[in-house]
C-alpha cells in the first residue's frame, strides 16, 4: 500500500495517472475559490495564469571542458522536462542556472535560447535578471520583452545592499519599468543576497509602486513571513510561488499556488503526483510523495548538496550533459554523484524503474 509508512508512493500502486507533459496543470478552482481568489482567465498568456504554475523549475548553465555555455542541449532539455518530468514553467537564469555567474551577454543568449526552443512547448518562460547594477539589470529585463519572454524576476542587489523596504522597492520598480509590458515576480532568497526584509513587509502596497508586480518566489523557510503574504493579499491574483522544495506540501496548505526549485528538474514528475493528491484533498498520499522528497533531499544535503551537486544530478537523471559549474563553484565528486544515484534508485526515482511492477520493494 502506498501509504504504508517507510515506502514511496507509486503511480501503478496508486492508480495515480502520470500524464506526461499534462500533469502541471492549474490549481482547482475550488482551492482558488478557499483562498477567495476570482477565477482565473483561462487564457494561458494571461499573467495572471502565473500564479498557477505547477512546476516551475530553473535554468541551467551547460558548459563543457572550455568552461563556455554548451547552447545546443537546450531545445533536448526543453523535450526532456516536458516528456519526463511534466515541467512546462521555466525559470531562466536564477541560482540553478548559475545565472549571477554568467556575464550580461551569456544571460541574454541563454534567455533567447530558451524562449526559442520553448516557443509552442512551454507555458512560460520568466527569466531572472536581478544583477547588482541597476542598469545591467534594466537592461536584461529591457532584453526579455523583446524576445518575448513571459515574465522577469529581479533578487535584491547583495553588495551594497538596501536597507529599508522603501529603498528595495525603489530598486525593483526601476527595473519594473524597463520592461512595463512584463509580470514582475520578486525572488526572496534572503540565506543567498543577505537582504533580510521581509516579503510581507515588501508586498504591502507593492503595485501602487510597480503595477507589474505579479507575484513571489519565495526562497526561505520562513512559514510565517510566507503565509502572510498570502493572506494579507486574498484580494489580488498574486502568484506565490514556494522554493523550498523539500517543504512545498507546508507552503501549499498555506496557500502558495506553485512553486519553482532546482529538484523539479528530476523531481518534477514525482512533486506533480504531490500536487495532484493535494487537490484531490489527499493528505496522506501527498505527505508521503513529500516524505519521499524528503529523503532525498535529507540524504544528499548530509553529502553536501549545492548547485553543482544539483548539476550532476541533473546529467544523471536526463542523460544530458550539464557540465561543470563555473568558478566559484566545483564540480561534484565522483563519490557524490554515485551515492545519490544509488538513492535515488533505492527510491524509485529513476523514471526506468518508475514503471517497473514490484519496485516499491526497494524503497528505503
Ligand atoms: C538555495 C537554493 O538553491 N534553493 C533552491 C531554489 O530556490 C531549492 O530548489 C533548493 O535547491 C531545494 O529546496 C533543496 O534544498
Ligand atoms: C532553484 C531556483 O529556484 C533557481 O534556480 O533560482
Redo the contacts with the bound molecule.
Sequence with gaps: DAAEPGRCPHAGRTGLQTRQGEVCTQRGAGDRRALGHPAASSDARDPRRAGELRRSH??LRCSGDTGEINFSVIGQYVDYLVKEQGVKNI?VN????EGLSLSISERRQVAEEWVTKGKDKLDQVVI?VGALSLKESQELAQHAAEIGADGIAVIAPFFLKPWTKDILINFLKEVAAAAPALPFYYYHIPALTGVKIRAEELLDGIQDKIPTFQGL?F?DTDLLDFGQCVDQNRQQQFAFLF?VDEQLLSALVMGATGA???TYNYLGKKTNQMLEAFERKDLSLALNYQFCIQRFINFVVKLGFGVSQTKAIMTLVSGIPMGPPRLPLQKASREFTDSAEAKLKSLDFLSFTDLKDGSLEASS
Excluded: N
Design positions: 530553473f535554468s525559470f536564477g541560482t540553478t542556472g531572472h518566489k526562497s522554493g519553482v526549485g532546482s
